[in-house]
């Protein structure tokens, strides 16, 4: 009963819409109605500024960590061993993704599944933040730095030989491949929105000019 409890707390710590309260709270905007209408980090910061696309990715970032640490604060025990943490750690990213207070919609996973690493391992959470901000700076594109963010983590949980974070991170890694689908086609099509800075957004902005 008590195992059961702990993860429904979980999902619900998951499930908390930051970007949805932030807007509506200190911004009087609803960013589910402005932008791509995500409310995640990367329309939060797009809509509505870089303090609250900042506290917003802290927030859903804090919240993966502090579900995948429950299981160590309270002693609880799931009979999977050192997987327990990565449970709890799911549970919020599925909170975060089919939210109860967002009528069961969500984000793309990416801040609330970093926080899950960065209590499950955070050697490879700094590995993980590494490639995504070099990725950022070389392609201007936050949805092609998650993807391939996630993809190189899946290769070093191999390297790692940790079996329980390499399923759950080629798991993660094909839902945020989903999730992504319409920003794979903008991608291909050389639509996609990219961040003002960046070797990419540089690019753009000279084949635009000839």
Not at 18 to 42: E, P, Y
Not at 157 to 184: E, G, P, Q, S
Request: hydrophobic residues 50%; aromatic residues 10%.
């Amino acid at each position: 009963m008590k195992l059961a409890l702990f993860l429904i707390l979980a999902y619900l710590l998951g499930a908390i819409p930051n970007g949805v309260w932030v807007g509506k709270r200190f911004f009087h905007t609803d960013i589910r109605t402005a932008g791509s209408g995500n409310i995640g980090t990367t329309n939060t910061f797009r809509v509505l500024g870089p303090v609250a696309g900042t506290t917003v990715l802290v927030l859903d970032i804090a919240k993966g960590s502090v579900a995948t640490l429950l299981p160590t604060w309270f002693h609880l025990s799931t009979g999977l061993g050192t997987a327990t943490p990565l449970l709890f750690g799911l549970m919020a990213v599925l909170g975060h993704t089919v939210s109860i207070f967002d009528h069961f919609k969500g984000g793309k996973a990416v801040a609330t599944s970093a926080g899950m690493l960065l209590a499950y391992n955070p050697l490879l959470f700094v590995i993980a933040a590494s490639c995504f901000v070099s990725l950022i700076y070389l392609t201007s594109m936050v949805s092609l730095a998650s993807m391939i963010s996630f993809t190189i983590i899946v290769i070093m949980c191999i390297l790692f030989h940790d079996v329980y974070l390499t399923i759950v991170a080629v798991c993660l890694t094909i839902f945020v491949f989903y999730r992504h689908r319409t920003n794979i086609s903008r991608i291909k099509a050389g639509t996609e929105n990219m961040v003002s800075f960046g070797l990419g957004y540089r690019h753009r902005q000279r084949q635009q000019q000839k």
